[in-house]
Nanobody, 124 residues
Framework: QVHLAESGGGLVQPGGSLRLSCAAS????????MGWFRQAPGKEREFVAA????????LYTDSVRGRFIISREYAESTIYLQMNTLKQEDTAVYYC?????????????????WGQGTQVTVSS
């Protein structure tokens, strides 16, 4: 079983930056692609970004491309989401996820493991 724990959320002004982290523990990650999703109040969970096991393939949803960067640190079994030029519409609970395949996916149902989420609020 893989356990995921997110951190780094908080309150930030529009135009600001945050860096989310997701640390994996339990069973060692092996050939797992990982991703970030978010869910705003009253909305469905949506895909944000994902990275392949090798790190060579990265996917982004259109609304964050050019502003957010996903990366992974293998030695620490951790992935990151660097969020820049934040907008009020980025406000949501952000979830980390991992899947038992090497390639990333945009659909939530394709992921096997989930963290508890971290709140990101963008407000002046």
């Amino acid at each position: 079983q893989v356990h995921l724990a997110e951190s780094g959320g908080g309150l930030v002004q529009p135009g600001g930056s945050l860096r989310l982290s997701c640390a994996a523990s339990g069973r060692a990650l092996s050939d797992n692609a990982m991703g970030w999703f978010r869910q705003a109040p009253g909305k469905e969970r949506e895909f944000v970004a994902a990275v392949s096991w090798s790190g060579a393939t990265k996917l982004y949803t259109d609304s964050v491309r050019g502003r957010f960067i996903i990366s992974r640190e293998y030695a620490e079994s951790t992935i990151y989401l660097q969020m820049n030029t934040l907008k009020q519409e980025d406000t949501a609970v952000y979830y980390c996820a991992a899947r038992d395949y090497t390639h990333p996916h945009r659909e939530a149902h394709a992921y096997n493991y989930w963290g508890q989420g971290t709140q990101v609020t963008v407000s002046s």
